[in-house]
């Protein structure tokens, strides 16, 4: 990659197609689950290399419990193991990792590990993972809604005070800059409910490859296209 391209600061994924492509291999979609946790690791080291500052990843959605128990319970173990070992992949890359989503609905356990995760990592200031479990747009927007309701209910804040700033503070990470960059797996073009206000003028990139085989090189392609896109933010051209 030449250096004068210009590279997205935070590019969020929605890491999808891990059920497909272990059913094309006639292997259980848990066994998707698996591999594609497996590549977690490699794209966030790849991003850094590239000079990305934030990686979010949609890893659970708030629908996502409509799947089987068994599918949801291998998922929760993914996760488990996850937030065990990137310990030492955050010691050794200067990464910090952060977790959006309502982590109330996670079994104790798993919201013990994120608050250890968050916090010993909170001093690295490499990459941040944001890991999205348990999130939707929907749903983290209704709780910044209640957060606001609150404020006023408590006379900290008037209706005729509330701008789009204080709805953007008021998300699961206000301090992390909205994505440049949105990729999505597998072939399917939609949002699927991940960073709705985040997403305003991000720009979208699709593709067909499924998670388990994105890896470095797949990142690479979608950062090259960013580069070559005319961003826009609703003024004319120059
Ligand atoms: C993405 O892969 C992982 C999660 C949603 C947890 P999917 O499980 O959605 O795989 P497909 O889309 O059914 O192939
Ligand atoms: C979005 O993928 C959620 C995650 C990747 C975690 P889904 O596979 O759940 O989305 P739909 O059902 O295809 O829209
Ligand atoms: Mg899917």
């Not at 250890?116 to 200031?125: C, G, L, P, Q, R």
């Not at 005319?230 to 004319?236: L, M, N, T, V």
Request: with cysteine; hydrophobic share 35%; aromatic share 8%.
């Amino acid at each position: 990659m030449q250096d004068n391209l210009k590279i997205p600061a935070h590019v969020a994924i929605i890491m999808d197609g891990n059920g497909r492509w272990a059913k094309a291999q006639g292997k259980p979609r848990t066994f998707g689950h698996t591999e594609g946790a497996k590549r977690v690791a490699d794209v966030t080291r790849a991003a850094g290399e590239l000079g990305i500052k934030y990686v979010t990843l949609y890893a659970f959605s708030t629908e996502n419990w409509s799947r089987s128990a068994e599918e949801v319970g291998a998922l929760m173990k993914l996760f488990r193991g996850y937030l065990k070992t990137c310990i030492k992949d955050a010691d050794e890359n200067n990464m910090r990792i952060r977790v959006i989503g309502d982590k109330t609905a996670l079994d104790p356990d798993i919201r013990e590990s994120i608050a250890y995760v968050e916090e010993h990592s909170a001093k690295y200031d490499g990459v941040t993972l944001t890991l999205a479990i348990n999130y939707g747009g929907r749903d983290e927007l209704t709780r910044a809604v209640r957060k606001i309701a609150e404020s006023v209910e408590k006379g900290k804040l008037t209706a005729s005070e509330i701008t789009a700033d204080t709805i953007s503070a008021s998300l699961d990470a206000p301090d992390i800059p909205d994505p440049d960059l949105m990729i999505r797996t597998c072939g399917e073009e939609r949002i699927s409910n991940f960073l709705l206000w985040e997403l305003a003028y991000s720009e979208l990139y699709f593709t067909d490859v499924a998670w388990p085989d994105f890896g470095p090189e797949e990142l690479k392609k979608a950062v090259e296209a960013y580069t070559r896109r005319d961003r826009r933010f609703g003024g004319a051209d120059e």
